[in-house]
T-cell receptor, first 111, second 114 residues
């Protein structure tokens, strides 16, 4: 089993749609969780951190479920500019911090 | 001002050559990394340095040798390049500890080995 798994997609959605991505992780000792966004041929950029209580940033909502070991990202009212790859990132502290990236979920938002 | 800058952006070279990629960060972070993103888009950590000391070396061939002259710089030297080394290499930095491990990436170096 991969340490961090994501549905690679692609997700093709119309503008204005709501879309959700899930990500599962295998290390129950994982401590920090993030979503990054990567545009084509660009570097990954932090989208948002993910907290146990859930957090929201505008149209984006992230949730963490420690019991089931997954995190989610919800995008409401999708924009064309949301088209990108969304990377799930999990950090564990087992003998030192280790950052694991998921392979990413590709999102296409169409007019 | 670019927070994490790496050069060159593109690197095309022949098999067997030796090449270097440079990285600098002006964020005052303690930790710097090299990541490799292959054709399948997996981002995998190669090395991590904290205050010039190697803390992570993820089963990378000896042909890859990172060097950190100070905590703001982490360069990557690759000897005897192979076709399989073709990928995008990203430098990154973070401030370690207490959940502050957000990564800031450079714009990447596209390495093509012919």
């Amino acid at each position: 089993r991969k340490e961090v798994e994501q549905d690679p997609g692609p997700f093709n959605v119309p503008e204005g749609a709501t879309v959700a991505f899930n990500c599962t992780y295998s290390n129950s000792a994982s401590q920090s969780f993030f979503w990054y966004r990567q545009d084509c041929r660009k570097e990954p950029k932090l989208l948002m951190s993910v907290y146990s209580s859930g957090n929201e940033d505008g149209r984006f909502t992230a949730q963490l479920n420690r019991a089931s070991q997954y995190i989610s990202l919800l995008i409401r009212d999708s924009k064309l500019s949301d088209s990108a790859t969304y990377l799930c990132v999990v950090i564990g502290n087992t003998g030192g911090f280790k950052t694991i990236f998921g392979a990413g979920t590709r999102l296409f938002v169409k007019a | 001002d670019t927070a994490v800058s790496q050069t060159p952006k593109y690197l095309v070279t022949q098999m067997g050559n030796d090449k270097s990629i440079k990285c600098e960060q002006n964020l005052g972070h303690d930790t710097m990394y090299w990541y490799k993103q292959d054709s399948k888009k997996f981002l995998k950590i190669m090395f991590s340095y904290n205050n010039k000391e190697l803390i992570i070396n993820e089963t990378v061939p000896n042909r890859f040798s990172p060097k950190s002259p100070d905590k703001a710089h982490l360069n990557l030297h690759i000897n005897s390049l192979e076709l399989g080394d073709s990928a995008v290499y990203f430098c990154a930095s973070s401030q370690q500890g207490q959940g502050l491990e957000k990564l800031f990436f450079g714009s990447g170096t596209q390495l093509s080995v012919l």
